[in-house]
């Protein structure tokens, strides 16, 4: 199913073969979390639900408030992000710099948010100045969350200061 997926998208054969982007598995067992920015409704596995509630609780004890852009996402639905994309005229190479082809998003296990704040603009590298991005750096660990994607990650992927997973 993902060779004929990534065929379809004009995603190289080769992709994820060097070992530097490991696949995903789907996550089945999904508990919602709360609506995104725009008002859709996010999923976590049940563990790292607790964990972000955790987390958001105490950011906002500590005058911090965490927002979440982006929980779960299917394989289906990384296709259909990738598929917008191409249709609005962007070159493959550029779209897997900055999403993981079908199958190899941190997504779908369910364990990665991408979060966001008031004040900062969500998804772009603004959000590292921001206090929210601070106080993550300083208390996420706690909660089993890290940063995925640092300068310079081995996955090749853009700075991601946003993009969060809780460890399995």
């Given at each position: 199913m993902l060779r004929e997926l990534h065929e379809e998208l004009g995603i190289p054969?080769?992709?994820?073969?060097?070992?530097?982007?490991?696949?995903?598995?789907?996550?089945?067992?999904?508990?919602?979390?709360?609506?995104?920015?725009?008002?859709?409704?996010?999923?976590l596995t049940p563990a790292t639900a607790q964990s972000?509630?955790?987390?958001?609780?105490?950011?906002?004890?500590?005058?911090?408030?965490?927002?979440?852009?982006?929980?779960f996402r299917s394989i289906d639905y990384q296709a259909r992000l990738i598929r917008k994309k191409i249709n609005a005229g962007q070159l493959v190479s550029d779209i897997l710099r900055v999403n993981a082809?079908?199958?190899?998003?941190?997504?779908?296990?369910?364990?990665?948010?991408?979060?966001?704040?008031?004040?900062?603009?969500?998804?772009?590298?603004?959000?590292?100045a921001s206090q929210a991005f601070q106080w993550l750096e300083?208390?996420?660990?706690?909660?089993?969350?890290?940063?995925?994607?640092?300068?310079?990650?081995?996955?090749?992927f853009i700075y991601e200061p946003w993009h969060w997973a809780r460890s399995a």
């Open positions: 054969a080769n992709y994820g073969q060097d070992g530097t982007r490991p696949v995903f598995e789907e996550a089945t067992d999904l508990v919602e979390v709360g609506p995104n920015l725009v008002g859709r409704m996010q999923r972000w509630a955790d987390m958001q609780a105490a950011a906002a004890a500590d005058g911090v408030l965490l927002l979440i852009v982006s929980g082809a079908p199958g190899f998003s941190e997504h779908h296990t369910g364990r990665a948010v991408d979060i966001a704040s008031p004040g900062s603009r969500p998804l772009t590298e603004e959000f590292e300083r208390h996420a660990a706690r909660y089993g969350f890290s940063m995925s994607y640092p300068r310079d990650n081995p996955g090749g």
